[in-house]
């Protein structure tokens, strides 16, 4: 039996959906887009949602609605999926990456400001495997240095800190629904903004820079398909629709883990910070490198054991993941910007201790059981 890192959770209702749309005549640019914009932008609290056809192409159109160019500058953080990153190059600009605070694994406030030049045009925030802290104090920081922030929410829909709703906290906010997020359409990506010409830009730009008024094939300008189908729409429709209840699923999910190891001194336990309404992405556990430095920064271990933990579980049929590698010591990102070891000491330290759990909707108590169970003898070996 394999147990699996991540799982779609597809219903009856999804795939009647996704059925009623492929018996009708629009399979794209049809009601359920406007309809799933619609229904995304009201559950978020934002003007406009404009849906593209992943998380990626979200960001990268916020870089160009913005007007990011070559020349520009973008903070984000090492310790996230390169796409946070990527996007910032593909409109030519430079990533300018700033290390993370050790409890929330996002970018650490304290940081930022170190990273601003006279070239910054923008911020991209991240909220790491759906945790919204610190996210506040970043939007303080831009807001006083008069930056936009692109908030990369693509781990963490239906997440919100004090109260407010991550997607509202940027000037532009993308989730994304590849098959392992908290809901998903396939492929996917929404981009959230109350600012209307923002997301004009981005309508236009999704469909090969056609304008309002334009027709099908009158061009305002350079543009892309990055349009989604009414096929993801409709799945998306029904999946948005069940939110609390996959909220719900996963947070019990989590609480299982927590029960099982929270003892265990050789981890380090995610946790829901203060404020923090954490919609859960996944289950990262870390290794703590002794019981006396729970930062998880002493170098009590190396990434050698770590990866000899993963292949153990993987051996076991247990399916685990090593998020995140240091976005800044991907070869061709140290190839193009001379980026090196010991550039940002907390992402490093972190990234070789994480364990990233099996976590979907419909995971049981039972192979939670087994995960665990597994966990820990493998931990006494190594
Ligand atoms: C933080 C983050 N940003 C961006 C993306 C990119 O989304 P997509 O895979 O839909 O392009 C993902 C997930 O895949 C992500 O986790």
């Given at each position: 039996m394999q147990i699996y890192l991540s799982r779609p959770d597809i219903t009856a209702r999804e795939i009647e959906a996704v059925c009623e749309v492929l018996r009708g005549?629009?399979?794209?640019?049809?009601?359920k887009l406007a309809e799933f914009e619609q229904v995304f932008a009201k559950y978020i609290g934002t003007k406009r949602a404009v849906a593209v056809n992943s998380g990626t192409s979200g960001l990268f159109l916020c870089m160009l609605a913005l007007g990011i160019a070559p020349g520009d500058e973008v903070i984000t953080t090492p310790f996230t999926f390169i796409a946070s990153a990527t996007s910032v190059m593909m409109a030519g600009a430079r990533p300018v990456f700033v290390d993370i605070d050790p409890?929330?694994?996002?970018?650490?406030?304290?940081?930022i400001e170190a990273g601003i030049t006279e070239n910054t045009k923008a911020i991209v925030a991240v909220e790491v495997f759906g945790n919204p802290a610190g996210l506040d104090r970043l939007c303080e920081i831009a807001q006083k240095h008069n930056l936009p922030v692109i908030d990369d929410s693509c781990e963490a829909l239906g997440s919100a800190l004090n109260g407010k709703?991550?997607?509202?906290?940027?000037t532009m906010s993308v989730f994304g629904f590849y098959p392992n997020k908290q809901i998903t359409t396939g492929e996917g990506g929404m981009i959230l903004t109350d600012d209307d010409y923002l997301a004009d830009m981005c309508v236009s730009l999704r469909n090969q820079g056609r304008g309002k008024d334009s027709g099908w094939l009158g061009h305002d300008r350079l543009g892309y398909n990055f349009r989604l189908s009414d096929i993801n729409c409709a799945l998306g429709i029904v999946q948005l629709s069940r939110i609390d209840q996959i909220k719900a699923k996963r947070r019990q999910v989590a609480k299982w883990y927590q029960e099982i190891l929270a003892e265990d001194a050789r981890l380090i336990m995610p946790a829901e910070p203060d404020g923090c309404d954490m919609s859960w992405f996944v289950f990262v556990v870390r290794l703590a490198p002794?019981?006396?430095?729970?930062?998880?920064?002493?170098?009590?271990?190396t990434l050698e054991k770590r990866d000899r933990i993963l292949q153990a579980m993987r051996s076991q049929n247990i399916q685990v993941g090593n998020y995140f590698p240091p976005v800044h010591l991907q070869p061709f990102m140290v190839e193009q910007f001379g980026y090196k070891q010991g550039d940002f000491p907390v992402t490093e330290a972190v990234s070789k201790s994480t364990i990233a759990l099996p976590f979907h909707n419909n995971l049981t108590k039972d192979e939670v059981a087994i995960v665990c169970k597994t966990l820990k003898e493998v931990l006494d070996k190594n």
């Open positions: 005549p629009n399979l794209s640019l049809g009601p409890v929330s694994l996002n970018i650490d406030p304290a940081n709703k991550v997607g509202t906290f940027g002794s019981v006396a430095d729970v930062s998880g920064l002493a170098d009590g271990f």
